[in-house]
T-cell receptor, first 113, second 113 residues
């Protein structure tokens, strides 16, 4: 049983399109995150939700909109995709924000052409 | 501000040799420290973590790390490296009011026969 699962694994799309990435965790954790990993493998947090409430928004363009319908799900919607959005996006969850280990999904490789 | 530095971008070791990957952190309070490993095309897997107590922590796959407050370091070690250990290794710090994990830039480990 996968602890943190995200779909799709690969996403290739044209500039200007809108796309969504879905994430689900079955660990019963209260906190979920989205991280972006760039081509140099640098991991940067984008958003953090605790019990469906946004607690971190790290100066991400407002074309990115996270949605948490319940504490087990955190989806990421991206409007008007740009070339620079190409990256691997990781969903993660943890029991306590920043104080317990985060469990990561397998990542979604987004390529904008 | 909290930060993590991994001074070595790329390290190559021979199979069977010992390994030490360096990690230095900047954090105002007692940090929560983590080491993660990322194999190509995969998500991040937790190797070990330090919250409090014994400063030498044991992790999975034969890895250990030592927390040294005086040096603000949390170096990862393994006495004998296996070819399957070739991967990207990330140090991370979290805790308190940060509500997030802050990652270092990673160290790419290559293992030669």
């Amino acid at each position: 049983d996968t602890a943190v699962s995200q779909t799709p694994k690969y996403l290739v799309t044209q500039m200007g399109n809108d796309k969504s990435i879905k994430c689900e965790q079955n660990l019963g954790h209260d906190t979920m995150y989205w991280y972006k990993q760039d081509s140099k493998k640098f991991l940067k947090i984008m958003f953090s939700y605790n019990n469906k409430e946004l607690i971190i928004n790290e100066t991400v363009p407002n074309r990115f909109s996270p949605k948490s319908p319940d504490k087990a799900h955190l989806n990421l919607h991206i409007n008007s995709l740009e070339l620079g959005d190409s990256a691997v996006y990781f969903c993660a969850s943890s029991q306590v924000s920043g104080e317990t280990e985060a469990f990561f999904g397998q990542g979604t490789r987004l390529t904008v052409v | 501000a909290q930060s993590v530095t991994q001074p070595d971008i790329h390290i190559t070791v021979s199979e069977g040799a010992s390994l030490e990957l360096r990690c230095n952190y900047s954090y105002g309070a007692t940090p929560y420290l983590f080491w993660y490993v990322q194999s190509p095309g995969q998500g991040l897997q937790l190797l070990l973590k330090y919250f409090s107590g014994d400063t030498l922590v044991q992790g999975i796959k034969g890895f250990e790390a030592e927390f040294k407050r005086s040096q603000s370091s949390f170096n990862l070690r393994k006495p004998s490296v296996h070819w399957s250990d070739a991967a990207e290794y990330f140090c991370a710090v979290g805790g308190g009011a940060t509500n997030k994990l802050i990652f270092g830039t990673g160290t790419l480990l290559a293992v030669q026969p």
